[in-house]
């Protein structure tokens, strides 16, 4: 998560309670997160540091622009903590064909720890691991 955007503060303090992800083709987490699931979030750079339980998970595939800004704005509470969508989201969405919520609650503050992301890319957002404790460096 971009550090600027201020995300796991908002994820502690039950502000933002969906985790939103756009994209022009089904890649990770598409399809490969369920509800009963455990994440964990970190800012882009940084250890992970927090912990949630997916309580569901809703797929779009986006036909329009203007679909993408109603679908926005029905999540925009519980993504971004307003009503108002942000012009930088907005530019973010457009031309997006895919659209993933993940819902989320129990979220814990957890001993920061580092994550070994070999095999999935260095920008690698999403990462699905079946034993997390397998890929970290505690």
Do not use: H
């Not at 201020?6 to 399809?31: C, D, F, H, M, N």
């Amino acid at each position: 998560m971009k550090k600027e955007w201020g995300l796991l503060p908002k994820i502690l303090s039950g502000v933002k309670t969906v985790e939103a992800r756009w994209y022009k083709s089904k890649i990770a987490p598409w399809g490969k997160i369920k509800a009963g699931d455990t994440i964990y979030f970190k800012d882009s750079g940084g250890p992970v540091s927090v912990k949630a339980a997916v309580t569901n998970v809703t797929q779009y595939e986006i036909t329009s622009n203007q679909q993408a800004l109603e679908i926005m704005s029905q999540y925009a509470i519980d993504d971004l903590g307003t009503s108002e969508i942000p012009e930088s989201v907005k530019n973010y969405i457009t031309e997006k064909k895919y659209a993933i919520f993940v819902r989320f609650d129990r979220v814990e503050k957890i001993t920061p720890f580092e994550v070994d992301k070999t095999g999935f890319g260095l920008q690698c957002v999403w990462m699905r691991v079946e034993n997390i404790k397998n890929r970290t460096n505690l």
